[in-house]
C-alpha cells in the first residue's frame, strides 16, 4: 500500500517542480498533471510524478491529521 502525502509546490520550471513537505524538498515531474499548477498549489507525488492536485485546504488538513498520527505513535513509543 502507498500513501500519498501532500506536498507543496514552491519552484515550478516548465514541467518540473521542487516540492516540500515537513520541510523535505525534492524535484518531481509535472508531466503526468492534466491541469496547472504554480506556486502555492498542493499536489501528491508518486515515484517522481505530481499525480494529483489537491485544494489546498485538504492538502494542510491531510498534513495535520498525519501530526496527529505522527504524535500519536510517538507517545506509544514512550510509553
Known amino acids: 500500500m502507498c ?13 518540473m ?6 520541510g523535505a524538498q525534492r524535484r518531481v515531474s509535472l ?12 499536489v501528491l507525488v508518486h515515484a517522481g510524478f505530481a499525480i494529483q492536485k489537491v485544494d489546498p485546504a485538504v492538502g494542510r488538513e491531510s ?9 500519536s505513535m510517538a507517545r506509544t513509543d514512550h510509553a
Open 3 to 15: 500513501v500519498a502525502i501532500p506536498s507543496c509546490i514552491v519552484v515550478k520550471e516548465d514541467l
Open 17 to 22: 517542480a521542487i516540492v516540500e513537505v515537513y
Open 31 to 42: 508531466l503526468l498533471l492534466p491541469e496547472e499548477v504554480v506556486v502555492g498549489d498542493y
Open 63 to 71: 498534513l495535520d491529521l498525519f501530526d496527529q498520527v505522527l504524535a
